[in-house]
């Protein structure tokens, strides 16, 4: 990691935004244990923790592992000290959002812009579009891509 100016308010403003306390993290690395998204991760949960602690705050609201976490509590599951890593990542999410971060998970952003914006017009979420299929059917195959299965 390059060596950044801090921000000695930035865990603060994490604390309030995300509601938890970081300080309490033992660098256990459990939660990087059990995160099936580790391996994509550049600094991994523990990680992220660990810079909010030290205030890089340019370091955790560009980084991609903010976006690559899906929310699927593996890692607040095994935490031993009870830490909402989904909580915590959503709360940084809106903060790179909202700062002009640089995020180069675009794909990503656009999902959830995507998600958040069926919910706020419809309610809820809307059946996803899948793209048109790029490549043609393997010859041979007796069902076409879009062909219903017997369950529908
Ligand atoms: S499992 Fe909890 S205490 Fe252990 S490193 Fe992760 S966040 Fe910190
Ligand atoms: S909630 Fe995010 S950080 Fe935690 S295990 Fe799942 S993907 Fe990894």
Not at 13 to 21: A, F, I, T
Not at 40 to 67: A, C, H, K
Not at 68 to 75: E, R, T
Request: proline share 9%; charged share 20%; net charge neutral.
């Amino acid at each position: 990691m390059m060596a950044s100016k801090t921000d000695p308010e930035f865990c603060l403003q994490v604390v309030q935004r995300c509601g938890g306390d970081f300080q309490r993290c033992l660098q256990c690395l459990s939660c990087a244990s059990g995160c099936p998204f580790v391996d994509t991760m550049r600094y991994r949960p523990n990680g992220i923790i660990r810079m909010v602690q030290y205030g890089f705050s340019q370091e955790v609201l560009e980084s991609p592992d903010i976006w690559l976490c899906v929310g699927c509590h593996a890692c607040s599951i095994a935490c031993p000290m009870a830490i909402d890593m989904p909580g915590l990542m959503d709360g940084l999410r809106e903060m790179a959002i909202e700062t002009g971060a640089k995020i180069n998970e675009t794909a990503i952003l656009a999902f959830h812009r995507e998600v958040l914006g069926s919910i706020q017009r419809y309610g809820r979420t809307r059946p996803w579009r899948a793209p048109a299929c790029p490549t043609p059917w393997p010859t041979g195959s007796s069902r076409g891509p879009w062909t219903p299965g017997p369950n529908g």
